[in-house]
Nanobody, 122 residues
Framework: QVQLVESGGGLVQAGGSLRLSCAAS????????MGWYRQAPGKQRELVAT??????NYADSVKGRFTISRDNAKNTVYLQMNNLEPEDTAVYYC?????????????????WGQGTQVTVSS
């Protein structure tokens, strides 16, 4: 069993900053990729940023404002969000593509965090 625990969401004024964290725990063998997605009310879930060992990808709407990073030793991914805008208001979800141990087997799974609310006021 693998669990993703998110933290760092909250209420912030436009132009402010927040730092989201997502820590994976469990019988983890390796993490191929981690990322952040968000879903605003009435909208579909959209990609914010992803990170692998060799590539980082951002949505156009957050380029230059958000920075994704990863601490492999802690199995943790971060999202530094600067110059926040009201349009960034959403529930932010952590995602990870993980190889984990299940008894004598190695399994691969796509896991999601519980989501953390980010609200940006005008």
């Amino acid at each position: 069993q693998v669990q993703l625990v998110e933290s760092g969401g909250g209420l912030v004024q436009a132009g402010g900053s927040l730092r989201l964290s997502c820590a994976a725990s469990g019988s983890i063998l390796s993490i191929n990729a981690m990322g952040w997605y968000r879903q605003a009310p009435g909208k579909q879930r959209e990609l914010v940023a992803t990170i692998t060992s060799g590539a980082i990808n951002y949505a156009d709407s957050v380029k230059g404002r958000f920075t994704i990073s990863r601490d492999n030793a802690k199995n943790t991914v971060y999202l530094q969000m600067n110059n926040l805008e009201p349009e960034d208001t959403a529930v932010y979800y952590c995602n990870a593509d993980i190889w984990y141990a299940s008894g004598l087997l190695s399994r691969r799974g796509d896991y999601w965090g519980q989501g953390t609310q980010v609200t940006v006021s005008s």
